[in-house]
Structures are given as structure tokens and as C-alpha cells.
């Protein structure tokens, strides 16, 4: 099929996605890839490649499947693949035999599934409107398909991950999220290994609810616990209760399944997106880090909590304001307790390199939030013995009427 023959028109790229909706709905999973490569080329795309981002987040690997291109993984630090990843936009390299690779970034809503890669001879608006369109459909149909294959989790796992940790990762939500007002974004650690740390959060309204946990205790009894917190930290939200309801609604659900001397440390927030109002309760865990134009301005401080699963009192629950673009960084103590050179890695170690990178320009918060992690990593020695987990919000305000944004 030559150049000149293809047919990229609006009306031709809505029939061809049209078609793709209509045959990928009755497929098994492991025939979507196919499809998308048999459909991409019809507009004259080749070397069709998915790449999905590895639980560590540090890699792209290609999907297997047939008419697919399957290549090395591809960094996600460094690569053109890594910065449609990052910056979550298009980016195009010409090759040096002829035509334009184009890395597209699969977004499922702002929750970032991976890149879908190909080739083309040459490159027009026509081709970068239909592919923008292309690239969206296929995240919805991994993400779908994902609900009912191993296929996908297999081709992201790079290394054997323990029971507990396939636990965990089966409970989170995505790991990203982003709407006009605010952006959240979380990193486990060890991706592999981990067992009692965990994150929670949804938008209902003009409040965002969040949570982050770590539960006492090494492998699975630390993932059931962990498992039993969230559960009972999404009941209680789901009925509407306060901050400090939930976290009495949770510290009983720990001390009736596990008794008194089991608890979890927790942070429980709600931030109001429209005003940047941020009630806080600290339940035992490491104080958050307000993040300031890249600099740490200082701890969101409050009133001591017991761990949930404690018997505590009711939590009294402090407020925060936050500015337009400020930053809330949660961390759990495997962040800071992890020793090197015989000491712990400790808070003002984290806060200085926090600084450090807030000095380079941002690639957004999520990129930035995983550099953070992998420099942190880095300066442990590579080493994370215990459950190291970041979780980190950026407010930036605005109205909270989401059908704005089609304005």
C-alpha cells in the first residue's frame, strides 16, 4: 500500500476505530495486540510494538503476540518510549532508514498503561489526530481486558514476586490519577517484595480522600493486615463518614480481626480540591512533607494519634491550606529507618534530596515522584529491607466542575 494511498481522513480514522471497538469486544485478550497491529496497518503503520511499564517502574517491556513487533525493553529514564511515558505526550523520532517512529502514550484517564509504538513513512496532523484517538482506545481495551487475563501482569512482572506482594498490587487503585484540580501519584517499594504498605484514594465531589498505611509485621500477616485496613477504610468512605470516623471505623476492624498488640500506622486526609483546605489525622506515621516551588517548606503537622488497631481516642483532626501548586509529600518509615553506613538514612537526609531535585525543571509530578524514588534507592545502597512507600499530591486548584474542561 503506498503513501499516497492511505486514507487518514477524520471520517476514515472514526469508521477504522469504530471497527476496532466492534471486533475487540467478543476477543480473548491474548488476540487485542494482534489486532491492533492488524488495524494500524491499514493506515500504514509497522513494527507495531505495546509496551507496558514494569512494576518497578523503571522499564517498558514489549508485549509478546503475533504481527508485533517485540523488541528490548526499552528505559524509562532516557528513551524516546520513557518521555511519551513521562510527559505523557507524543513524541516522534526520524529514523535514519526512512520514516517517523511514533511513541504514543497509553492513558486510561490520566492512569498511565504504557506506550503503543510504530512506524510511519511520513507524518501529518491527520495521522497525529487519529493516533491520539487510536492510542486512548487501546488503553481502555488493555485496562478491560486486563480484568480477566494474566497476560498483561506476566509480561510486566520482571522478576518472581511474592505472595504478599501480588496481594498488594491487586488492592491498590492506579497508581496515578489526574484531573484539572489536583494530581495524586504513588510508588511501592520493593515492587516485588512488598507486604504491609499500601495507598487508597478517590474523588467524590470536590473532595479528594486519600490514605496511606503501613501495617506492623513482615509478609503475608502484614498484607492481610494492610488488606483489612483498606477494606475497612473504603466501607467507611463509601458511607460518608468523617476523617475521624474512618480511622475509628478502621482501628476497630484491626483490633477485633488481630487483637491488641497488631496495628497499623496510618495518614488520613481529605483535601478539597476547589479550596485547597487539607484535614490531616497522623496515626503514628512520619510526619508529611509540604513541597514548596521544588523546596521543602516544612512538616504538616498534628495532634498525636495512636496507630489504628490501638484503641486510640478520637483523633482531633488538623488543617492545612495549601497554595496553588504546592506539593504533599507522604512517605512510610522504610523511606527513612533503612541503615547506611550503619545509620539511618534519616528525614533531613530525604528533605535534602528533595531540594536537590526540586532545583532541576520539573517533567511533572509524576516523573518527578519517580526519580525520587529511584534517587532514594540509589542512595541506600540499592538496599530496601522494609516496605518504602511515596505518595505524593499536587493541588492546583480551579473549579470543581469537571464538565468545565469540555468547555
Request: charged share 25%; net charge negative; hydrophobic share 40%.
Amino acid at each position: 500500500m503506498s503513501e499516497e494511498s492511505v486514507d487518514r481522513s477524520e471520517g476514515f480514522g472514526e469508521r477504522l476505530l469504530g471497527l476496532l471497538l466492534d471486533r475487540a469486544r467478543l476477543l480473548p485478550p491474548e488476540l487485542i495486540a494482534p489486532l491492533i497491529a492488524e488495524e494500524v496497518t491499514r493506515i500504514g503503520g509497522r513494527d507495531v510494538s505495546i509496551l507496558l511499564q514494569d512494576y518497578a517502574q523503571e522499564l517498558l517491556v514489549p508485549l509478546p503476540g503475533k504481527k508485533l513487533h517485540v523488541g528490548q525493553p526499552e528505559p524509562v529514564t532516557g528513551s524516546p518510549a520513557g518521555r511519551a511515558f513521562q510527559s505523557a505526550d507524543v513524541v516522534e523520532v526520524v529514523q535514519a532508514g526512512g520514516g517517523v517512529r511514533m511513541y504514543l502514550p497509553l492513558l486510561d484517564g490520566s492512569d498511565q498503561v504504557g506506550v503503543l509504538a510504530l512506524t510511519l513513512e511520513t507524518v501529518g496532523e491527520d495521522d497525529r489526530r487519529l493516533l491520539r484517538r487510536l492510542s486512548g482506545l487501546v488503553a481502555d481495551m488493555l485496562v478491560t481486558k486486563n480484568a480477566y487475563t494474566d497476560q498483561f501482569f506476566l509480561a510486566r512482572r520482571r522478576e518472581p514476586m511474592s505472595v504478599s506482594a501480588e496481594i498488594q498490587w491487586g488492592l491498590l487503585p492506579p497508581l496515578t490519577m489526574t484531573v484539572p484540580q489536583v494530581e495524586v501519584a504513588g510508588i511501592l517499594e520493593p515492587a516485588y517484595r512488598v507486604a504491609g504498605d499500601s495507598f487508597d484514594y478517590a474523588l467524590n465531589d470536590n473532595i479528594l480522600h486519600m490514605a496511606v498505611i503501613d501495617a506492623m509485621g513482615h509478609d503475608l500477616d502484614a498484607a492481610a493486615m494492610a488488606t483489612i485496613a483498606i477494606g475497612a477504610y473504603r466501607h467507611a468512605r463509601r458511607v460518608f463518614v468523617s476523617l475521624a470516623e474512618k480511622y475509628a471505623f478502621m482501628d476497630q476492624a484491626i483490633s477485633r480481626q488481630f487483637g491488641a498488640d497488631h496495628f497499623v500506622t496510618a495518614q488520613l486526609m481529605h483535601l478539597n480540591i476547589t479550596t485547597g483546605e487539607l484535614e490531616l489525622v497522623n496515626a503514628g506515621h512520619p510526619a508529611p512533607l509540604l513541597i514548596r516551588e521544588g523546596q521543602v517548606l516544612r512538616q504538616l503537622e498534628s495532634a498525636t494519634t495512636l496507630p489504628v488497631g490501638t484503641g486510640g481516642e478520637t483523633p482531633r483532626i488538623r488543617e492545612h491550606t495549601l497554595q496553588r501548586s504546592d506539593r504533599v509529600l507522604c512517605y512510610t518509615d522504610g523511606i527513612i529507618e533503612e541503615r547506611v553506613d550503619g545509620e539511618p538514612f534519616g528525614e533531613e537526609r530525604l528533605i535534602r534530596c528533595v531540594n536537590r531535585l526540586g532545583q532541576k525543571p520539573s517533567d511533572g509530578m509524576r516523573a518527578d515522584l519517580r526519580l525520587l524514588s529511584h534517587t532514594l534507592k540509589k542512595e541506600r545502597g540499592g538496599r530496601t529491607s522494609d516496605d518504602a512507600t511515596l505518595f505524593m499530591i499536587e493541588w492546583r486548584g480551579g473549579a470543581a466542575d469537571h464538565l468545565a474542561v469540555l468547555d
